[in-house]
């Protein structure tokens, strides 16, 4: 008995003495990728987003229960939440459940939603050392499908952290990308305004202008800076879609809770080679957006002024419609 309690000892000893020296081995070589940087303000993403994928083929490789490389796969989410926080990483957003996930058997998602729930404890538990590093947690999907503890439990760390504001940590739970879009364009159609049927004429301008406000209804409107996906896998799963339409995509072949230090060092030098080009896009796309807007406004305020000359006719309609691609009506 006393053998074992002193291996655990031991065990304990070696484990935290790993976590100091992994420490600081990261803030010399996560300093070193901006120290001196000639990217500037492109060396470190503002956003960083997780697939984290390879839990249950980690715990079939290690003969242990499925469960066990979830576990796992939450040290890993702390341990790479530290690195961003190093970096001042704004926000990082990790896949944590899929809808879809919800067809898998009875026993695994029972016990996913009763490890997800003991976590979010944990981490209220945490409130003041979450407050001390400035993190705000937020989980967001359709927490209607989730068991009531887990509500409450996402509840109450939101309310413990929501003053914090040096980091975000958005916990997509519950969550499909196909989800959040059908559900952020169901209101921002509802609050663009009148109905087609009852303003013809303002029906390009009002898909513009739903399409331009999907953003501010999303589960999270922040556009991805960078995405990380581990396992080998080369897809998005339904995961943030719209904010990774612009974006460097890396995929780590280590599966999630083997995902470490000098993995994070590989995705972030990969990011930094591509930033420039992904945030010309970005502007690019961004303008394109706005011009469109505007040259839409600008057609749908000459319908009409026509309207009210009482010199509209079926013409000048379709005249207005076919010059949606130029943004004006000939």
């Known amino acids: 008995m006393r053998s074992k309690r002193m291996a655990e000892l031991i065990r304990d000893a070696f484990r935290t003495m790993r976590a100091r020296l992994t420490q600081r081995l990261a803030s010399v070589a996560l300093y070193s990728l901006t120290d001196g940087s000639d990217l500037g303000t492109t060396s470190v993403p503002r956003h960083i987003a997780f697939v984290m994928d390879g ?35 704004r926000t990082v957003s990790v896949y944590a459940f899929s809808i ?27 409130a003041e050392r979450l407050r001390a590093d400035g993190v705000k947690v937020r989980v967001l999907g359709d927490l209607s499908l989730a068991p009531r503890g887990v509500r409450e439990a996402a509840r109450r760390v939101m309310e413990a952290t929501a003053e914090n504001d040096a980091c975000v940590l ?14 952020a364009g169901r209101m921002a159609a509802r609050m663009a305004g009148p109905s087609v049927a ?8 009002l898909e513009v202008a739903t399409k331009r406000h999907v953003d ?42 083997e995902f470490g230090l000098v993995d994070f060092l ?3 030098m990969a990011y930094q080679r591509q930033a420039r080009v992904v945030l010309e896009a ?18 749908d305020e000459t319908s009409k002024k026509q309207a009210q000359e009482g010199t509209r006719s079926p013409s000048s309609v379709l005249s207005v419609e076919d010059g949606v691609g130029d943004g004006e009506a000939e």
């Open 198 to 205: 009852e303003k013809r004429m303002e029906a390009p301008l």
């Open 170 to 183: 958005n916990v997509m739970f519950s969550y499909t990308a196909s989800e959040e879009l059908l559900r």
């Open 216 to 257: 501010e209804y999303l589960y999270a409107s922040e556009d991805v800076d960078l995405l990380i996906r581990t396992s080998g896998e080369r897809r998005l799963s339904d995961f943030m879609l719209r904010q990774s339409r612009c974006c460097v995509l890396h995929f780590s072949e280590r599966l999630w809770p």
């Open 100 to 126: 879809d996930n919800y067809t898998r058997s009875e026993e695994e998602v029972g016990s996913l939603m009763k490890l997800m729930e003991e976590k979010l404890w944990e981490l209220e538990g945490e």
């Open 55 to 89: 839990n249950r083929r980690y715990a079939d490789r290690e003969g242990s229960q499925t469960i066990e490389g979830h576990v796992t796969g939450y040290d890993t989410l702390l341990d790479v939440l530290q690195y961003c926080l190093m970096l001042r990483v």
């Open 266 to 268: 590989e995705a972030m």
């Open 282 to 299: 970005r502007e690019v796309l961004e303008w394109t957006k706005m011009e469109s807007f505007a040259r839409l406004q600008r057609g």
